[in-house]
C-alpha cells in the first residue's frame, strides 16, 4: 500500500530489505521518483544491508526535499 508523506515533510523515508527488491511502500516511492532508488541500488551505491542509508536530493514527484532510504537487512 501506498503510504503518502505529511504535509510539509521535510523528508520522506522507506525502509529497504536487502536482496530483496523494492517492495510496499519503497516501490511506489520509487515509481514516484522516477526510479531513483533502483538506479542507486543497480550502481552500488546501497544494497540496503541493515543499518545503511541513502539521502537522495527529492526528485520531481517527491513530497519533501529528500528520499531517505533505509537499509533493513534480510
Known amino acids: ?34 526510479g531513483a532508488l533502483t538506479r542507486a541500488i543497480g550502481g552500488g551505491r546501497f544494497t540496503g544491508a541493515k543499518g545503511q542509508s541513502l539521502v537522495l536530493p527529492a526528485p520531481a514527484g517527491v513530497e519533501g526535499s529528500h528520499l531517505v532510504a533505509i537499509g533493513a537487512g534480510k
Request: net charge negative; glycine share 14%.
Open 1 to 34: 500500500e501506498f503510504v503518502g508523506a505529511v504535509a510539509g515533510a521535510a523528508a520522506v523515508a522507506v525502509l529497504v530489505h536487502q536482496d530483496a527488491g523494492l517492495a510496499g511502500p519503497a516501490a511506489a516511492w520509487d515509481k514516484a521518483a522516477g
